[in-house]
DNA sequence: CATGAATGAGCGTTCATTCAT
DNA sequence: CATGAATGAACGCTCATTCAT
């Protein structure tokens, strides 16, 4: 008769691994550690997920896959290529406070971790970007917006959104990053308005 | 008559590190490694820099301020506020590749290395970033610039141009970093103009 | 069907500590000569007691309880506080031999160690210490000794005790242990005895 | 014009290491450590003493002397062997205070060492104890004192007096080391009086 | 006489990973 | 499914010692 709940001793891994990488990057987030704060032993991780990088993986396949669902969802029916940009950017930043733990590994702790930045954008980051770029797309054959390299911008954008997220993290929250974002999708929308 | 220069030693450390922090992270660049990289013993590290972070500091300090004097100097004595801006920024897409394996730790490596961000900032990057946020205050003044949060618009062009280079590395320097650091410029020029 | 015991691993280690400590000091005796004695791997050692100082401190506090077991144990009923003074310290003398190694290291190398001497005193010979300081106010109380100031009669006591067994150590043991005692234990008794 | 004196480089070396070996102990007083604190360099070190154990007993062997010869003086012509013996211990006492650096590397330092204990002493304390040896045979052919082992009985008043001398320094010199001393030698001259 | 750059062996410690139970 | 004892390779770092100058 445990007191926590059985069965899921995998998904306390993953949320143990989410708060430690978070807070001390992949290096900082020891296996034990991870194994400490979600309660089991520490093999129990390498039963589950074999190495450490697999267990770093299956936390950013699950957490990806919500929050493109989460993104295509926003956006909806709306069919005006602008509003759907900016839709989108505004759900990216609502959901960051809301999910700032898995934010701050994504924009803060997975590049230095030695881990194939290729292998990782292919399960995460990538699938948003390419909507973004889909989206643009979109807008210029709408006509509404300039014939800018799609690429080029849609990165601008995704610069843009993460570090404002990320000086917001790094500086204490002192300021409201959905107003923030605001800016930040005005001044991009400007940017590649049809003059 | 040593071939190898004496003294120069330090110097030697000090381009291994770059290199081998660039390639493999802070962590994954270890102190025996920069040694053997660099031709020196391990012991010499310890006594020019105390410890490892001593001397990333030390490589970060060298390379920021040889990155700031260019910065400044490239603007000379141009008075329009969005020439300033332009001509900032296009100098740093140019250092980018010259200096590719250093702003490949500024940009991949820095952020999850465990050392503290706001000791990095003091010394590195913040520089070139409050000199961006000086110039669009000046824009405003001068009427050219919207009224815009200076903090989140200096942000703004940061990410860009980052996102850019960081694409310009994963992918293979696959296109022209300059001309997408054009259009960024441009795109964000275009954003924050006074309508 | 291993040979080994399984589990009392973390005694060998101990056990091994002692020995190298006694022979080597605790700077001399390093955890990779310590594993290799016990036949275990270094990595053990730390998992087990964490730190160095761990290791040493498990040593001290088993071995110490023992001893003030035996110590307490000896001295049994008996009333007299001289004839208790007596038996303790002939307890202690005839211990030594048994326990030479542990001892070694109480009176040989555990001062320059480096280690915090108050914490040493806390766990180990502080309390046999004390036990002594009792019996010869008991001694005083009952009107056989005379108004010595207490803590500067037992400290000479176990000076004369520890003195005479490094000597017993240093030069090859030439000479009887308990007999030295015995000569040192009637000259103190002498010496605070009323007249 | 130097500030400092010229020459005697060396005499700071062994003052520096005096100072700090009583504080941190053999190994805890490092070679760069001691050529700091002395104001001269590394090097120099190994160029007067060839190697950390010859600086040790440089030092050693200087003040050894020194306090031999006070300790033969204090005893001048007196020709009771008891008063000598009394005198001897109480100028030790007294020499304590004033040399408390290196007493405390002869009390607490020097067993830990891993320095050979035989050398050091036949370099140290070994003269003391063999005047001492000498006093109490005197003693005891002048038909004052009881026939005890000289050798134990010498033992037993470095051990009173040392253990004093200990518990002194351990304590923060909270009582009077010379009453303790007075103390110590009373309780041993009575303990080896002829009844 | 004096320096301090340079070394290399070895230190305590960490950690992902394995495996018998 | 789950444990945690056990490992071994590698880490950052220290330090006595050497040696060219």
Redesign the interface.
């Known amino acids: 008769m445990n007191v926590k709940k059985p069965l899921d001793k995998k998904q306390r891994i993953i949320d143990a691994a989410i708060k430690l990488i978070s807070k001390?990057?992949?290096?900082?987030a020891t296996t034990s550690l991870i194994a400490k704060e979600a309660g089991v032993s520490q093999g129990l991780i390498f039963h589950y997920f074999g190495k450490k990088e697999g267990l770093f993986f299956s936390l950013l396949k699950e957490k990806s896959e919500m929050f493109k669902e989460e993104f295509e969802k926003s956006v909806g029916d709306e069919r005006n290529a602008l509003k759907k940009i900016e839709i989108a950017m505004l759900t990216h930043a609502r959901l960051i406070p809301k999910e700032e733990k898995f934010f701050e590994i994504m924009?803060?702790?997975?590049?230095?971790?030695?881990l194939d930045?290729?292998k990782i954008?292919k399960i995460g980051m990538l699938k948003s970007y390419k909507l973004i770029v889909g989206l643009i797309e979109e807008g210029i054959e709408q006509g509404v917006l300039r014939k800018?390299?799609v690429?080029?911008?849609a990165?601008?954008l995704?610069?843009?959104?993460?570090?404002?997220a990320?000086?917001w993290m790094?500086f204490g929250k002192s300021?409201s990053l959905e107003?923030?974002a605001k800016?930040?999708v005005?001044?991009?929308?400007?940017?590649?308005?049809k003059?």
Chains 1, 2, 3, 4 share one sequence.
Do not use: W
């Open positions: 001390k990057g992949y290096h900082g924009i803060k702790q997975i590049r230095g971790s030695g930045i290729k954008n800018v390299d690429e080029t911008a990165t601008c995704f610069g843009m959104m993460e570090y404002n990320l000086r790094v300021f107003d923030a800016e930040a005005d001044i991009f929308l400007r940017g590649i308005a003059s």
